[in-house]
């Protein structure tokens, strides 16, 4: 099983970046996908979670309107899109797989699989 983020960065106060989470090694379909970040000496948060196989999509209110998740199944790939990026936004973005039907934003501990983490800075 594998998890792999990409496209973090360095971004300025307003910008976007495009997270992408490839997965491998399990039945997409049977999962939901998640993201969640990670700030310096706080908490890890869930930010959204998608199933594209049923048409499923959480966020979390501190994103909502400014991110979008997105999914290619065909590349058994979810995007994050981040749009009108703040300080606050600074942290290391996960993504995680769970396998069944969530009925809102999965906690943390509900995952089965993680990935490694990409940094996203936003400058001020």
């Known amino acids: 099983v594998q998890l792999v983020e990409s496209g973090g960065g360095l971004v300025q106060a307003g910008g976007s970046l495009r997270l992408s989470c490839a997965a491998s090694g399990f039945p997409f379909d049977d999962f939901a996908i998640g993201w969640f970040r990670q700030a310096p000496g706080k908490e890890r948060e869930g930010i959204s979670c998608?199933?594209?196989?049923?048409?499923?999509?959480y966020y979390a209110d501190s994103v909502k309107g400014r991110f979008t998740i997105s999914s290619d199944n065909a590349k058994n790939t979810v995007f994050l899109e981040m749009n009108g990026l703040e300080p606050e936004d600074t942290a290391v973005y996960y993504c995680a797989a769970i396998h069944g039907h969530p009925q809102h934003l999965p906690a943390e501990d509900e995952y089965d699989f993680w990935g490694q983490g990409t940094q996203v800075t936003v400058s001020s």
């Open positions: 998608i199933k594209s196989s049923e048409g499923t999509i």
